[in-house]
């Protein structure tokens, strides 16, 4: 299990999202910015329940072909190629609901190589949670240093210096974690962040498993 007890610095800044919102109770958190080879994520989230039980279905309608990490969870992540328009179309069933709705992102062209750190994904509050920082052509990026932003309750196990992990915290609801990553490569200072949906999930009775993993 991840060591826990290592300290890990605050970011300077607060982690900023553009929020679109629908006319049913769905929301869209996109980030303000996308750019080709570098992870991209759109989490969706119901304004007036938590996802348990929820479910999630998302098709790419416009835009060069992605290949999506998980197109049945409410994290919507990938890594873009190509630059321009791409619209999504999210289905939400269960519980009672069944809603359609779409989002639309803008990927501009990298000017520069870009750090990338995999994946923005969701998890079920109380268990194991990994991310990792990937090599640029081949060659790892050197004085990498690790922040989360103000109000995300974890510290990072920084054993392995690219691949930090952390317990998911427990949570009064569905909450995001975000942590960024800076380092240097090529004599220049690059950063990427990745989110990560910790979901209020309840405790499942099964011989197999003592919680809930992800969907």
């Known amino acids: 299990p991840p060591d826990n007890n290592l300290p890990i610095s605050q970011c300077d800044n607060v982690v900023e999202w ?16 996308y750019q080709t080879n570098q992870p991209g994520v ?11 039980g929820i479910r999630f279905q998302w098709q790419q309608i416009t835009g060069e072909s992605l290949s999506i990490i998980s197109d049945n969870s409410p994290v919507l992540s990938f890594t873009p190629n190509n630059g321009g328009d791409y619209q999504f179309k999210l289905t939400v069933s269960g519980a009672g609901q069944n809603t359609t709705q779409f989002v639309t992102i803008n990927v501009n062209n990298a000017q520069q190589s ?12 109380g268990n194991n949670v990994s991310v990792r920082l990937a090599s ?14 103000s109000g995300t309750d974890v510290n990072l196990d920084l054993s392995k210096t690219e691949r930090p992990l952390f317990v998911a915290p427990d949570v009064a609801q569905d909450t ?13 200072t690059l950063t990427d962040d990745v989110h990560i949906l910790v979901t209020k999930e309840a405790n499942i009775s099964s011989p197999y498993f003592d919680s809930p993993l992800a969907r």
């Not at 679109?20 to 929301?27: L, Q």
């Not at 995001?176 to 220049?188: K, L």
């Open 42 to 52: 759109i989490i969706a989230k119901l304004t007036d329940k938590n996802s348990s």
């Open 176 to 188: 995001v974690i975000s942590i960024r990553a800076s380092a240097e490569f090529n004599g220049q």
């Open 114 to 125: 870009s750090l990338a750190v995999h994946s923005d994904h969701q998890v079920v509050e």
């Open 136 to 149: 640029i052509n081949g060659q790892m990026p050197t004085n990498i240093e690790w922040c989360t932003y």
């Open 18 to 33: 553009s929020v679109v919102e629908t006319t049913d109770n769905i929301e869209f958190l996109t980030e303000l910015t």
